[in-house]
């Protein structure tokens, strides 16, 4: 077996390895535990530690990002845990984009059938309540936005399947905003439009406009809201304080949840950028592993990259040939630096790794990665295989004080088998080399220089070596 095939073949051994590493990394992601008081900071709100947190009041749920699988698994152990406990309020604190790989309807349907008062957020400032975020705050019992916060539109729900989400009956934005006592009629503005905070309140979409998180519990105190258990008063603030030092709290304890570090983990590769960055970066390290003379931690390195990159995949609507364009991309330009020089595979390898990177996606357009990405992406791995590759190579496989145009004639030594690639040491430097005319040579013989191309020579055994009959 060749060198090179021995190393290509450890690199494909390291990927079972590493994804048995990621799947214990990841695999309980579908556990969201409670966090502690940390969380609390900030808000306005009087820390607990984890001792301090029993049975019954208020729990607030972190949703950060795309609504995937994790985050709807948080979503719904949250529901599940407040009803388990008794607590008074869910708070859902929700900023997204939307969902992906996720049926939002059963989250819809958790949501009316929880007898504990949800309430949705879409918050802090500058956040935004696109797509099932949007959705998930129609169908709750409250309905708020922070100052500086947006909401809609509520279409497409789900950015991998958008025309087909959207027609689904129990995502009927009226539908759901009528039964909590919302305007049918602002929850229709939703469908197709982004609505500020302000105008969100103004046409009756949303219940109120909170600037903290602290201000929208005790704002609810004295509320009556929709459950699935009937009509329900809300009891959430007490008076502390005299005089002008006066002021509102939440009378009870504040418990937070947000993903554990699996599933952040998981939540993280399923970013459309982080995902197409890792696979990428991952084929550049492997191929670079290659052309070395064995596995170390760029293999490594670039194995676990792909491994994760694979993992965002499963969970995003990736167009396979796309990512095939990818591999081709990195490829082509690997061949060229093969041959020591620019070339046709390396106008293919520029091409490919550009089309691959812009039609990677299918589904909605917001799941394409942003032009900046893309740019840096591709002018990163260009520079990185025909400047960095070809400088390491350069600097591992040659002897500065060696004239190679010189060495034609030269004998030297197989560092390892040349079949019909390998690599040769000639006047105390290794070089990669090709066989002339394809006459295999065992590592430990003689052989001899016949021709120099680019950062390649072509060598010859010292006796016996195939004869030329084209002169």
């Known amino acids: 077996m060749s060198p090179r095939l021995r190393r290509l073949l450890g690199c494909v051994l390291l990927l079972p390895a590493a994804t048995l590493l990621v799947e214990g990394w990841v695999g309980p992601s579908a556990r969201a535990e409670p966090n502690g008081a940390a969380s609390a900071r900030g808000r306005g709100i009087p820390a607990r530690s984890e001792r301090d947190q029993t049975n019954g009041g208020i729990m607030v749920t972190q949703v950060d990002g795309l609504i ?79 100052s500086g916060a947006s909401v809609g539109p509520a279409y497409p729900v789900s950015l991998d399947h958008p025309s087909v989400v959207g027609r689904a009956p129990a995502l009927d934005l009226a539908v759901l905003a009528g039964s909590n006592g919302r305007s049918e009629s602002g929850a229709r503005a939703l469908v197709h439009r982004r609505l500020s905070a302000d105008d969100a309140r103004r046409r009756g979409a ?74 990428v970066a991952g084929l550049s390290l492997i191929v670079f592993e290659f052309f070395t003379a064995a596995i170390g931690l760029a293999g490594l390195v670039g194995a ?80 990185f295989m025909l400047a960095g590759m070809t400088a390491a190579i350069r600097s591992r496989f040659s002897t500065p004080t060696v004239g190679r145009e010189q060495m034609v004639g030269e004998m030297g030594q197989a560092e390892v088998d040349v079949a019909p690639d390998g690599v040769v040491r000639v006047r105390g430097g290794l070089w990669r080399a090709r066989t002339n005319r394809a006459t295999p040579i065992d590592a430990g013989h003689p052989i001899r220089v016949v021709s120099v191309e680019g950062l390649v020579l072509e060598v010859e055994p010292q006796e016996g070596g195939a004869k030329d009959y084209r002169h």
Request: glycine residues 10%.
């Open 68 to 146: 995937d699988p994790p985050n709807a698994t948080l979503i719904r152990s949250s529901i599940a845990a407040a009803n388990r406990r008794g607590a008074s309020l869910l708070v859902l604190q929700i900023d997204s984009g939307g969902s992906v790989d996720t049926d939002v309807a059963p989250l819809v349907r958790a949501i009316r059938r929880s007898r504990v008062p949800i309430a949705v957020w879409i918050g802090p400032s500058r956040a935004k309540g696109k797509g099932a975020a949007a959705v998930l705050a129609e169908a709750a019992s409250v309905a708020s936005v922070a």
């Open 206 to 279: 949303v219940d109120s406009v909170e600037p903290t998180l602290g201000e929208l519990i005790v704002s609810l105190d004295g509320r009556e809201v929709h459950t699935a258990a009937g009509p329900v008063t809300l009891s959430t603030a007490k008076v502390v304080g005299e005089g002008r030092a006066r002021r509102r709290q939440p009378n009870q304890t504040v418990h937070f949840r947000k993903l554990t570090l699996a599933g952040t983990a998981v939540h993280t590769l399923t970013s459309p950028s982080i995902a197409y960055l890792l696979f």
């Open 304 to 383: 676990l990259s792909v491994v994760g990159a694979l993992v965002g995949f499963s969970h995003l609507p990736v167009q396979w040939w796309a990512a095939g364009l990818l591999m081709v991309g990195v490829l082509g330009f690997s061949i060229d630096v093969q041959a020591g020089g620019l070339g046709f595979w390396t106008t293919t390898g520029a091409i490919s790794l550009v089309a691959g990177s812009l039609a990677l996606y299918g589904g909605s357009s917001r799941l394409d990665v942003p032009w900046w990405m893309v740019t840096l992406v591709c002018l990163g791995t260009a520079l």
